[in-house]
């Protein structure tokens, strides 16, 4: 038996993993047509022909539209900016709740707070990491105006549910679609099954254009709103006929030429990206050795997950040994990617901290010194962001471990060193045990 890395032995790999680097000759192309243009940009923040930007911005918009069967596309600077025009664009304001995931990206929570609305965290459902309509259900109040589903590491939520119990009290539903482009629900796309859907175009993501995102909808006065949200709304509203002045306080949320540009190109690999993905982790999944306590967190049939990580279950009782150290022991094997350096192997505990531990929410203080929005005067309802509200969300951060070994960057070969790892340290698991227990 080859002894652990962590133990003294050598590692499975020294190699650094290939990186997940696809901007190729294509986008290098579409970036010096649109540099020899000239036209890095052609927004202007007034009611102009140029309000909505220039070609590669509509030509993008109305693509990413298409592939997604939507009626449009609205491009914005950052999957972030997208989220705090949706929140805008549904009108929430002070006073409203607005309900939200705990496990996420904080911005998909503080883009309730930008318009000084409060978030209510409701609680994730274990087999999928998103949000639990039951939780959804217990949360809602008089002021709850809208839901924020985040679709976590690119398994769909539990759509249809959710729809119903927004119909039932008039809410509006915002999908956080950051990391599940080209992902279903029951045949649909997301970001098509809520009022508006936002993606993101960040650089680790499944395609990019180093930064920017584009929100989707059906809904032609969301769109219209979102435009204006996007690009200085207040100095655009005299110029044209607006119905409502309920947030339109404009920011500069727009995308460039260049990154229009290089998303059209990027947008043409996405199926083709998360095919790979698919087929990377479905070849990990039916070769992962038995690993005491680990086992795969597995995606519902009626979804076709686009695995911005894949997920697994941990038990420590049953492995005796720490998830920690089973963690510790694998980085030991495996080498960083590249491109990600300073990240060690792309194999970590739990996601991110429930958010609402962060300092904001457990100190209350948002904007100036009064405690907006939580303790806003508009504001009637009490806020409860303290430890335990939502024992899913902490078990699952306690519990599970996270991997990125499916990236379409990776060969067949450069898997099996992966599997190979989690081989070495299930046949030494007695090892492990008794470092843990002298440690």
């Not at 609305?117 to 709850?144: G, H, M, Q, W, Y």
């Not at 589903?149 to 549910?161: C, Q, S, T, Y």
């Not at 306590?293 to 049953?318: C, D, M, R, T």
Request: aromatic share 8%; hydrophobic share 40%.
């Amino acid at each position: 038996m080859t002894k652990l890395a962590l133990l003294g032995g050598n590692p499975v790999r020294s190699e650094e993993f290939p990186a997940h680097n696809f901007i190729g000759d294509a986008e290098k192309k579409k970036v010096m047509e649109i540099m020899d243009s000239g036209v890095l940009s052609r927004f202007l923040g007034v009611w102009h022909d140029d309000f909505y930007g220039g070609d590669e911005v509509r030509a993008f918009e109305q693509e990413w539209a298409q592939s997604y069967q939507a009626k449009h596309g609205i491009s914005v600077n950052s999957c972030t900016s997208g989220l705090y025009a949706a929140v805008g664009a549904a009108g929430v304001g002070p006073g409203d709740e607005v309900i939200v995931s705990p496990y996420t990206m904080a911005a998909s929570v503080t883009a309730a707070v930008a318009f000084n609305a409060v978030p209510v965290f409701a609680d994730i459902d274990p087999k999928n990491f998103c949000l639990s309509p039951a939780s959804i259900r217990a949360k809602i109040t008089e002021r709850t105006k809208a839901i924020i589903v985040v679709h976590l590491f690119g398994h769909p939520a539990d759509m249809d549910e959710i729809m119903d119990i927004a119909a039932a009290h008039n809410i509006t539903v915002i999908e956080d679609c950051a990391q599940a482009p080209c992902a279903t629900y029951k045949g649909r796309p997301v970001g098509t099954l809520g009022h508006m859907g936002v993606f993101s175009l960040n650089y680790h993501k499944h395609i990019h254009s180093g930064e920017g995102g584009i929100i989707v909808t059906n809904d032609d006065n969301l769109a219209d709103r979102l435009a204006l949200i996007r690009n200085h709304a207040e100095a655009v509203v005299n110029g044209r006929e607006v119905d409502s002045l309920v947030n339109m306080v404009g920011f500069n949320f727009r995308l460039g030429e260049l990154e229009s540009g290089i998303a059209r190109i990027q947008l043409s690999k996405a199926p083709g990206l998360v095919s790979r993905r698919r087929k990377n982790m479905d070849y990990f999944n039916r070769n992962l050795p038995e690993v005491a306590g680990l086992s795969i967190s597995p995606a519902a049939g009626y979804v076709e997950h686009s695995y911005y990580a894949g997920v697994f279950n941990f038990k420590a009782a049953e492995a005796g040994i720490s998830r920690d150290l089973l963690i510790k022991a694998l980085h030991a094997e495996l080498p960083e990617t590249k491109m990600r350096k300073g990240h060690g192997p792309l194999i970590g505990g739990g996601y991110v901290k429930p958010v609402y531990l962060y300092p904001m929410f457990q100190k209350q203080i948002a904007y100036g010194e009064l405690g907006c929005p939580f303790k806003c005067p508009h504001y009637k309802g009490e806020v409860n962001y303290s430890a335990g509200i939502c024992p899913e969300t902490e078990k699952a951060h306690a519990t599970i471990i996270t991997h990125e070994y499916m990236q379409p960057s990776l060969a067949t070969s450069d898997i099996d060193d992966v599997l190979a790892a989690f081989e070495k340290v299930a046949d030494n698991m007695d090892d492990l045990r008794q470092y843990e227990s002298a440690s």
